[in-house]
C-alpha cells in the first residue's frame, strides 16, 4: 500500500494537505470500501469460535487425566484477543460511514451501546484506582475477571451486533443448543457413575462442587451457560419451520432441563421458568399461531419437572427451603445459599466507595476477613455496583432497560429471531440474580446481548 502526501496551497499563506492510501483517498474511504458482509461473517466466526472451544475442551477432558482447563483458557484468550482488534475495527467502520452525523439519530438507536461503552470506560478508572492493579487487570487465578477480560467481553458483544443474517442467528442458537447438550452428557454419565476418560480412569472429580457441573469448576457457572441455551432451544421449537427439527429442539430441551434440575441450581431453574413465561407472552403478542407449540413447551416443562422431582425431590426441596427464606426475610444471613449475608456485606463495602469501587475482582480478601467463603456478593447487579462503583452500575441497568424498553416497542416489528434472542437475554439477567460472571460464561451472555442491541436496524425486522 503506498502513501502518498499531496500539498495544495489555499487562499492565502496556508497549505492543504492530502494523504492517499493507494487508490484511496483517506482512511474512511478504506473503510467504506469494505462490504457489511465482511463483519456479518466476521462477527459470526468468533461466536462460533467461542462456542466450540467449550467442545473442545470436553474432548480435551475426556483423553486427559487432569480437570485443568488445557484448550478452553489459550484458545478464549486468542480468541479474544483477535476478537478486540476486529470489534474496533467494525466501531470505526461504522463511524466512517456514516454520511452525516447526527447525535439525535444516535441517541434515538445507540442510547444502549453509549451507556456499556461509558460502563467500560468507567470500569477502566476503576480498574486504575484499585488497590490490586494486576488482580484488577488480570483478575484471579479462578475466576480471570479482570478488565482484560472485560475487553473480551466487549468485543463478543460487538461481534453480535456486526451479525446482520438471520441465518447466521439462527446457526449461533442451533450451536447453543448442540454445545450444551453435548456438554450435558456428562451430567448423564455423572448421575449413573461412569465418568470414565478414553483411559479407564475418572476424568473428572466428583465431589460436590464438580458433579453435575459438566466441564465448569461449579454447578453454578454451568447452569449459567444452560439457561441461555436451554432458551434458545425454547425459541427454535417455536420458530423452526420443519417437524423433524422442532422435534430434535423438544428432545434437547427435555434432556438439558433434566440435566438442569439434577444439577441444582435452583436460580437457573427460575430462570428458565421466568423466560418461558416471557418469551410465550411476546411471541402470543407476536403472533397468535404460535401458541400451539408455546402450549407443548409449557406442558414439556411441567411434566418434566414433576417426573423428575418425583423421583429426586430436588426441586420440591428448593422451593421449600426458598419459601422458608422469603418468610424469614433479610434478617436470615443464612438465606439463598448464604447470598443474603453476602449481598448486605456488599452494601457495607459499597459506603466505603460508592463511585469507582474496589475494581474488578476486588473484594476475594474482604469478603475472607469478614468470615466468607465467597468472593463475590454473587448478584451480579450489586457487583458492579461494588466492584465498578455505584454510577457504572446505573450506566448497565440504564442499558438494560432502555434496550427493552425499545425492543417492547417494536414488539410486532421484530422478527422471531431476535424475540428469541430477547428471551435469552430475559431469562439470564434473572439468573443474574443469584449469579456472577465468570470468564466462560460471560462472553456468551454478551455475544446474545449484542445480537438483541441491533434491534433498531432493518435486518432485525
Given at each position: 500500500m503506498k502513501?502518498?502526501?499531496?500539498?495544495?496551497?489555499?487562499?492565502?499563506?496556508?497549505?492543504?494537505?492530502?494523504?492517499?492510501?493507494?487508490?484511496?483517498?483517506?482512511?474512511?474511504?478504506?473503510?467504506?470500501?469494505?462490504?457489511?458482509?465482511?463483519?456479518n461473517i466476521g462477527g459470526f466466526i468468533f461466536m462460533m469460535l467461542m462456542l466450540l472451544i467449550l467442545c473442545a475442551e470436553e474432548v480435551y477432558r475426556l483423553f486427559s487425566m487432569t480437570q485443568k482447563y488445557g484448550i478452553f483458557n489459550i484458545s478464549f484468550f486468542f480468541i479474544g484477543s483477535i476478537a478486540e482488534i476486529f470489534a474496533t475495527l467494525y466501531i470505526f467502520s461504522q463511524f466512517y460511514k456514516e454520511e452525516k452525523f447526527s447525535l439525535k439519530k444516535i441517541l434515538k438507536n445507540n442510547v444502549w451501546d453509549?451507556?456499556?461503552?461509558?460502563?467500560?470506560?468507567w470500569s477502566a478508572v476503576s480498574t486504575y484506582t484499585a488497590d490490586n492493579l494486576y488482580v484488577a487487570t488480570k483478575g484471579t487465578w479462578y475466576r480471570k475477571d479482570g478488565f482484560y477480560t472485560y475487553l473480551i467481553y466487549a468485543a463478543m458483544y460487538v461481534c453480535g451486533k456486526a451479525v446482520t443474517s438471520d441465518r447466521f442467528r439462527r446457526y449461533i442458537l442451533r450451536t447453543f443448543s448442540t454445545v450444551c447438550?453435548?456438554?450435558?452428557?456428562?451430567?448423564?454419565?455423572?448421575?449413573?457413575?461412569?465418568?470414565?476418560?478414553?483411559?479407564?480412569?475418572?476424568?473428572?472429580?466428583?465431589?460436590?462442587?464438580?458433579?453435575?457441573?459438566?466441564?465448569?469448576?461449579?454447578?453454578?457457572?454451568?447452569?449459567?451457560?444452560?439457561?441461555?441455551?436451554?432458551?434458545?432451544?425454547?425459541?427454535?421449537?417455536?420458530?423452526?419451520?420443519?417437524?423433524?427439527?422442532?422435534?430434535?429442539?423438544?428432545?434437547?430441551?427435555?434432556?438439558?432441563?433434566?440435566?438442569?434440575?439434577?444439577n441444582d441450581t435452583f436460580g437457573g431453574y427460575i430462570a428458565v421458568m421466568a423466560g418461558i413465561i416471557f418469551v410465550s407472552i411476546i411471541f402470543i403478542i407476536k403472533d397468535r399461531k404460535k401458541l400451539v407449540p408455546i402450549i407443548l413447551i409449557c406442558l414439556t416443562f411441567i411434566i418434566t419437572s414433576v417426573c423428575v422431582d418425583a423421583k429426586t425431590h430436588i426441586l420440591s426441596n428448593d422451593f421449600g427451603v426458598t419459601y422458608g427464606d422469603a418468610k424469614a426475610g433479610i434478617s436470615n444471613d443464612a438465606g439463598g445459599t448464604s447470598r443474603i449475608g453476602l449481598w448486605k456485606q456488599a452494601f457495607r463495602f459499597m459506603k466505603d466507595r460508592p463511585v469507582f469501587g474496589y475494581g474488578p475482582d476486588g473484594l476475594w480478601s474482604l469478603y475472607y476477613e469478614k468470615?466468607?467463603?465467597?468472593?463475590?456478593?454473587?448478584?451480579?447487579?450489586?457487583?458492579?455496583?461494588?466492584?465498578l462503583g455505584i454510577p457504572a452500575a446505573l450506566m448497565y441497568i440504564g442499558a438494560i432497560l432502555s434496550l427493552f424498553i425499545y425492543c417492547i416497542k417494536r414488539i410486532k416489528k421484530?422478527?422471531?429471531?431476535?424475540?428469541?434472542?430477547?428471551?435469552?437475554?430475559?431469562?439470564?439477567?434473572?439468573?443474574?440474580?443469584?449469579?456472577?460472571?465468570?470468564?466462560?460464561?460471560?462472553?456468551?451472555?454478551?455475544?446474545?446481548?449484542?445480537?438483541?442491541?441491533?434491534?433498531?436496524?432493518?435486518?432485525?425486522?
Open positions: 502513501i502518498k502526501v499531496e500539498k495544495k496551497a489555499n487562499k492565502g499563506s496556508k497549505e492543504k494537505i492530502n494523504i492517499k492510501i493507494g487508490k484511496y483517498d483517506s482512511i474512511s474511504d478504506i473503510f467504506k470500501s469494505i462490504p457489511d458482509n465482511f463483519w453509549i451507556l456499556l461503552f461509558a460502563m467500560l470506560i447438550t453435548l456438554l450435558s452428557l456428562w451430567v448423564l454419565f455423572q448421575y449413573n457413575g461412569h465418568i470414565y476418560n478414553m483411559f479407564g480412569r475418572y476424568a473428572h472429580n466428583m465431589d460436590i462442587w464438580t458433579k453435575y457441573a459438566s466441564i465448569f469448576y461449579n454447578t453454578n457457572h454451568y447452569a449459567y451457560f444452560m439457561t441461555l441455551a436451554i432458551m434458545a432451544m425454547v425459541g427454535l421449537i417455536i420458530i423452526e419451520e420443519k417437524l423433524i427439527y422442532k422435534v430434535i429442539f423438544l428432545a434437547m430441551f427435555v434432556f438439558n432441563l433434566w440435566a438442569l434440575i439434577i468470615g466468607f467463603s465467597s468472593d463475590r456478593p454473587h448478584n451480579e447487579f450489586i457487583q458492579h455496583a461494588v466492584y421484530l422478527n422471531v429471531l431476535m424475540l428469541t434472542i430477547g428471551g435469552m437475554v430475559c431469562a439470564y439477567l434473572v439468573s443474574s440474580f443469584f449469579g456472577n460472571t465468570m470468564y466462560y460464561t460471560a462472553p456468551y451472555y454478551f455475544m446474545t446481548l449484542g445480537m438483541l442491541s441491533a434491534c433498531h436496524r432493518k435486518d432485525a425486522l
